[in-house]
């Protein structure tokens, strides 16, 4: 775990402006995206997001899903254009209530960021008896991209302004 002022490594180009968040989960037992927080996890999401939010009240709260290009060009991430999931749930919606408008000017549409999504590795052990190596692959994965997420905080903290004033 880094402290705050160390820059991370969870999202290229936003690594020195944002912070990441990573929570364990995100995938059924298939391993498929599925939002599996546990009551203890969103607890402990909220209360984080919220002290976050004192401390940086221009930022925003978003997904990784969210970072994907707008390939139509109609300003918003709709699910056909996701490059990922995760975190598997939407988080700027979820969390909209911790932001509350801070008049800062809302970015119109999100950055093209296609480049910095890596795949999830496809590979879940098939029974807990087989080779764990591909589920560290999958962890680690997923820690990618919850601190990943954690660096989109002020673009989400943006598209929550955006609606609220329309």
């Known amino acids: ?10 999202a290229k180009g936003f690594n020195a402006n944002s912070i990441g968040i990573a929570y364990e989960g995100g995938l059924d037992p298939d391993g498929n995206p599925a939002d599996t927080r546990t009551a203890e996890q969103r607890t402990a999401l909220i209360t984080l ?7 940086f009240p221009e930022a925003r709260i978003c ?25 598997c749930f939407n988080a700027a919606q979820e969390y909209a209530y911790i932001t509350a408008y801070n008049g800062h000017k809302p970015q119109q549409t999100p950055p093209n960021l296609a480049h910095l999504a890596e795949p999830f590795s496809d590979q879940l052990p098939l029974s807990p008896n087989q080779n764990r190596k591909p589920m560290k692959k999958i962890l680690s994965g997923i820690w990618k991209a919850c601190k990943f997420i ?8 943006s598209l929550r302004d955006q609606s609220s004033h329309r």
Do not use: F, T
């Not at 954690?150 to 903290?157: C, D, F, R, S, T």
């Open 150 to 157: 954690a660096k989109l905080v002020p673009w989400i903290l």
């Open 1 to 10: 775990m880094r402290q705050i002022a160390q820059i991370g490594a969870h």
């Open 49 to 55: 997001l919220k002290q976050l939010h004192e401390r």
């Open 63 to 87: 997904g990784h899903r969210d970072l994907s290009p707008d390939l139509n060009g109609n300003g918003r991430i709709e699910p056909a254009e996701y490059i990922k999931q995760c975190p």
